[in-house]
């Protein structure tokens, strides 16, 4: 499962943000510095129309969406990868995770302690990147140090080693793993490791409900600052997040347009995390069933049927193909059939963003 890491300083919204992506969730949102001692997990069901139409034209007794697992993770502050705080626990954390989700905060409330003493987004971030950087770079040292004896018999230690060189320069000069071009090899070679300033990030400005709809000049700076770094941003309001746990459907879409917007701010972070990640969805339907799976771009029919279960991918003959589109306006599986819109597509076949598919395999 997809797992991402909602990260920040402390006070800047994110157990707010958590306890609305997890409407269950017990993380505190107290106005105190390391209120969330463990991080907190939760798994969010991923909302997506097109599962929930083709379920009702399929009649299918279950609708199965997608998941994402976020875990809040404590209030990183400035000599975090010195022990800070509650330092390199955290960092640890991070490692665990597919993506970093970094709140910002972007908004003026003097009832909430900022830790700094006052609202400066691109100052916050590099606050934390920087910890995030020596926390790698001391991981680097680290290894580098246990390859020493390798490198003299193993040419893998050795192109290891050359690969740790090339980030530690980055490092060196302010820069992040993720921008270091690395070759298949290296790349393997130094995943273990996991990074952190390797992992893809996504900046989540944190407004307040009347700049939710715009943003403000804190949020313009946040995705100026994404924008320069190749990183995904987007605008959230952990507050109006929290507002919308509490309606029912009509309230929730009588409140967003008073706010001017279509959706919350959490659509937009679960579709910023498949983006940056380069995830796709395809779907499988019946009376049984309609679910959502979850796959990265480029994967072939076979790799596809591989995450439903194993077997599928080594017995694959074929796949039973239609686009969602064509599937909806033909209303059934059957019309489908008859208007010959399902194609049967082989090994090579690389799935497309919501295909329906059903696969036929040797047991």
């Not at 796709?280 to 480029?298: D, L, P, Q």
């Amino acid at each position: 499962m997809l797992k991402a890491g909602i990260v920040g300083l402390p006070n800047v919204g994110k157990s707010t943000l958590f306890n609305a992506l997890v409407a269950n969730a017990k993380a505190q949102a107290a106005n105190f510095p390391f209120c969330t001692i463990e991080p907190n997990v939760g798994i969010v069901s991923v909302p997506d129309e097109r599962l929930t139409l083709l379920s009702s034209l399929s009649s299918s007794k279950q609708t199965i969406p997608t998941r994402i697992e976020f875990v809040d993770i404590a209030g990183l502050v400035k000599g975090a990868s010195k022990g800070e705080g509650l330092g390199n626990k955290f960092l640890a954390n991070i490692r665990e995770v597919d993506a970093i989700v970094h709140v910002v905060r972007c908004f003026e409330d003097d009832d909430v302690i900022h830790v700094s003493g006052s609202v400066d987004p691109i100052r916050d971030i590099e606050i934390i990147n920087l910890e995030l950087g020596l926390a790698d770079l001391n991981q680097i040292e680290k290894r580098r140090e246990r390859l020493k004896k390798q490198i003299r018999t193993s040419d893998e230690a050795k192109l290891e080693d050359s690969a740790l060189h090339k980030i530690l320069s980055f490092l060196e000069q302010g820069k992040e793993a993720r921008n270091v071009l690395l070759d298949d090899d290296e790349k393997k070679l130094v995943k273990p490791l996991g990074l952190l300033t390797n992992k893809p990030i996504i900046y989540a400005a944190n407004l307040g409900e009347g700049e939710f709809s715009v943003g403000n000049s804190y949020s313009e700076q946040v995705a100026e600052f994404a924008l320069q770094q190749g990183a995904e941003s987007i605008r959230i309001s952990a507050q109006v997040e929290a507002e919308l746990i509490e309606l029912g459907l009509e309230e929730r879409i009588d409140y967003l347009n008073g706010l001017g917007v279509k959706e919350g701010g959490l659509q937009s972070l679960i579709r910023a995390t498949y983006k940056l990640l380069g995830l796709r969805t395809y779907f499988t339907t019946g009376e049984k069933e309609t679910r959502a799976w979850t796959i990265n771009s480029g994967m072939t029919a076979p790799q596809a049927a591989g995450v439903i279960h194993t077997d599928f991918e080594k017995g694959f003959i074929r796949a039973q193909t239609i686009g969602y589109k064509n599937f909806l306006e033909a209303g059934s599986i059957s019309e489908a059939r008859n208007k010959g819109w399902i194609r049967s597509e082989g090994k090579d076949y690389v799935v497309e963003e919501g295909d329906v598919m059903e696969f036929l395999f040797n047991v």
